[in-house]
């Protein structure tokens, strides 16, 4: 087996260490672009990521804010004169939903504000808290809803316009599944947990709409309980969201990360060290909002220079950020391989 030292050219002086990074650059982008062409055109230039991604969760949750009031408007007036209580389910999670945007536009908000002495790694961690809200509301109305439905069980009462009715649950699964489709794919683009859960939420609130015109077709047909039983379906619905939202959510809040994205953070840095003398030996991974921050301990030939292993960590940093545009900082250690072995025995 090679000695690694031996693949360092001139490591002890500052010519050497620029060297061995246009070296490495070279026999990287020789055998990586190959895999990863299509990933060198991000760019990073004067315009902060952390911007572009709060700018896009800002306009994803204005707009979604739109459809659903516009929804939950015309559904209010069918309400007035039907008395669903399916569609009363469906109205108060349309609005509900609408009110997530508060405190999730207030979290990319801040997320765009200069961190502080106080705060250092910045304002990130309030959408996670916006995600927590959104959860809230989530199971609120999922409690309200199953209420409601075990009521008009024990009191039916007669449903009048079922063909408005009907009407308002179409428009209200459009709606819903619009500004489902819109979250979601904004949310992921741009990692956040939150704006995906109120994607889901969105979504879920789409299947209400479709029970309620169930109900509507129930109750046309000749069976009063169908509008009660659609409400209490629409609750167990709501409750696996609920579920579902949670584990994303408090996963983030505990500084959980997903292991596809470890794995995706290791594939790129054992291509960023390619060619050089370098063993990764920890990776660690946390989202603080839509944004990932990572460390990684590079072990080095012992006899390498300081200059050099610095050359090779920010080498490492540009190549990770070229890669992956979600990544706000990246700490690299680098130790020699006696000290390495030392602290893992």
Known sequence: MPNPASQVPDSDTIEGAIALVTTIDRDHHHGHDHHHGH???????????EIVASERGLWAVKWSFVGLLITAIAQAVVFALSGSVALMADLIHNV????????????????????????????????DLAGVAIVAVIFLSALITGYESIER???????????????????????????????????????SAALVADGLHARADGLVSLAV????????????????VMGLVITLVLLRVVWQSTQTVFTRLLDGVEPEMVDRLRHEI??????????????KARWLGHRLYGEVNLAVAPGLSVAAGDAIASHLRTHLHQQLPYLAEVTIQVQPQESTALALN
């Open 213 to 228: 015109l169930v109900s509507a077709l129930g109750v046309g047909l000749g069976y009063p309980w169908a509008d009660p």
């Open 39 to 49: 990933e060198h055109s991000h760019t990073h230039g004067a315009v902060d990521p």
């Open 153 to 191: 069980l024990r009191h039916p009462q007669p449903l009048a316009h079922l063909g408005a009715l009907a009407v308002a649950a179409v428009i209200g699964f459009i709606g819903n599944e619009v500004v489902a489709l819109f979250r979601l794919r904004v949310g992921r683009a741009i990692n």
């Open 270 to 283: 054992a291509h960023g060290v390619e060619g050089a003398a370098a063993t990764v030996t920890q990776v």
């Open 96 to 127: 509900g939903d609408a009110m997530t945007s508060v405190p999730l536009g207030v979290a990319f908000l801040l997320a765009r504000a200069k961190p502080s002495p106080r705060f250092a790694y910045g304002y990130g961690r309030a959408e």
